[in-house]
């Protein structure tokens, strides 16, 4: 397995949107076991292959304290959404930024696990807010750019000055 690079926004690859993955091979089962990888090392509760330059449909998520409940979504789908709640969010493409976003409460998912065995899933609360979250994503979509035009200029400002500080 091995880490792999995340990107950091504004990247414009993380605006590119992923394509459907066509066959769930070997490549795809070990590109799932190095996102699940970085993921964990970074450390983060989800991950969308855009966020490591691979643009397929592909997300990892795993909301355990044990990191041992690890789940796959390979070609996700919200086939319905209902409520709404605010959550604090924050993203390993925009590190140290958390800020409130407005998403559905609850969702009714569909995809492929790492298997190629279709699923559905009901996901509430943190789950849901959380595979909303690595779908935009794949949409090309980050978090942040569900704010306000001066809170996203803050913040790459403030991410360029923290990537400043690193060098």
Same mark, same amino acid.
């Given at each position: ?6 990107? #950091? ?5 993380? #605006?590119?949107? $992923? ?6 091979? *070997?490549?795809?089962? /070990?590109?799932? !076991? *190095?996102?699940?990888? =970085?993921?964990? $090392?970074?450390? +983060? ?7 490591? *330059?691979?643009?397929? /449909?592909?997300?990892?998520? *795993?909301? %355990?304290?044990? !990191?041992?409940?690890? &789940?796959?979504? @390979?070609?996700?789908? @919200?086939?319905?959404?209902? +409520? ?5 969010? +924050?993203?390993? %493409? ?5 800020? =409130? ?6 969702? !009714? $998912? ?6 190629? &065995?279709?699923? =559905? ?10 595979? &909303?979250?690595?779908?935009? #994503?794949? &949409? ?12 996203? %200029? ?11 500080? $690193?060098?």
């Amino acid at each position: 397995m091995a880490l792999l690079p995340i990107l #950091h926004y504004p990247d414009e690859r993380l #605006h590119r949107v $992923a394509a459907p993955v066509g066959d769930i091979n *070997d490549r795809i089962r /070990q590109l799932v !076991r *190095d996102m699940a990888e =970085t993921m964990y $090392a970074a450390p +983060g509760i989800g991950l969308a292959a855009t966020q490591v *330059d691979v643009h397929e /449909q592909v997300i990892v998520i *795993d909301l %355990s304290e044990t !990191r041992d409940r690890l &789940q796959v979504f @390979i070609n996700p789908v @919200i086939l319905e959404r209902r +409520g709404e709640a605010e959550f604090e969010e +924050g993203c390993l %493409s925009v590190p140290g930024i958390y800020e =409130t976003v407005t998403r559905a409460n609850w969702i !009714r $998912a569909e995809a492929f696990d790492a298997q190629g &065995q279709r699923f =559905t899933l009901e996901a509430d609360g943190l789950l849901a807010v959380c595979i &909303q979250h690595e779908m935009d #994503h794949l &949409q090309g979509r980050v978090f942040v750019e569900y704010l306000s035009r001066l809170k996203q %200029s803050r913040i790459v400002a403030k991410l360029k000055k923290n990537q400043r500080r $690193a060098l």
